[in-house]
């Protein structure tokens, strides 16, 4: 039985930690594009704020690599909305980036482009602190990321957790029951069991053995009640696996 329970402990864990590796390894390239995302986009900021100090758009040639570059930038917040969940950071990151392609600098004076770019500057070291505390969270794990980990929600396993600790305690209390009834079978009364054996000593002894192996058998309820109750469920769920495959 011991034997048993460490294979169906040892499969459990196992495949656990497959699962769980998977996960982290997602997790870890998820990680890895929001930094390459982050960083892509803060360096097409660099070169629009600089092209747009060295040429200021206005004329067609000018103007078709710009649309470039923003296109390019475009691409990269697309990709951030699918690796994370700050929704305001997304919204404040397209927001920098359209001003600095929407603005019509080639009508600004250099001294007004300059005082703008400055304060789109300080703006964009806003978002990109924001964007790098993005980062840092991400790589904490929470019980919910946790969960997800291993496949679970929380919710669904509160009411696992709930569903499981009244069926233990509810086998706990049936093996208390029969280890109380158990005791209360010194209680029966000699002449009972005389009748049945014809002898005193005969009837003690039986009373005797009784009490025993009611106690024993509340005791095994009380204490391999729950992992029975486990095997059974689990060589239950292996047959119905093995049926639909």
Not at 83 to 94: M, R
Not at 134 to 154: A, C, P, Y
Not at 165 to 193: D, M, R
Request: hydrophobic share 50%; aromatic share 12%; charged share 25%.
């Amino acid at each position: 039985m011991k034997e048993l329970f460490m294979i169906i402990i040892g499969f459990i864990v196992g495949f656990g930690s497959n699962v769980f590796l998977v996960r982290l390894n997602f997790k870890q390239r998820t990680i890895e594009n929001k930094i390459k995302v982050c960083d892509s986009i803060i360096a097409h900021w660099v070169r629009m704020r600089n092209f747009i100090w060295s040429k200021i758009p206005g004329n067609p040639a000018v103007d078709s690599k710009f649309d470039e570059m923003y296109g390019s930038s475009q691409t990269f917040l697309g990709e951030m909305v699918l690796i994370t969940k700050d929704e305001k950071l997304l919204e404040d990151t397209n927001t920098l980036n359209e001003k600095l392609y929407r603005t019509e600098w080639g009508k600004l004076g250099r001294d007004k482009v300059g005082g703008m770019l400055e304060s789109i500057k300080k703006e964009a070291i806003g978002i990109i602190s924001r964007m790098r505390k993005d980062i840092k969270d991400s790589t904490r794990f929470t019980l919910t990321e946790f969960l997800h980990m291993l496949g679970l929600e929380r919710n669904k396993v509160v009411r696992i957790i709930a569903r499981e600790w009244l069926i233990l305690l509810g086998i706990i209390a049936v093996g208390i029951l029969i280890i109380l009834f158990g005791y209360s079978t010194k209680f029966i009364p000699v002449k009972l069991t005389i009748s049945l054996f014809k002898d005193t000593d005969a009837a003690i002894l039986f009373k005797y053995a009784l009490m025993v192996q009611i106690l024993n058998f509340g005791r095994l309820v009380a204490v391999y009640g729950y992992p029975v109750y486990l095997l059974i469920r689990f060589i239950i769920w292996a047959i119905k696996t093995l049926r639909e495959k």
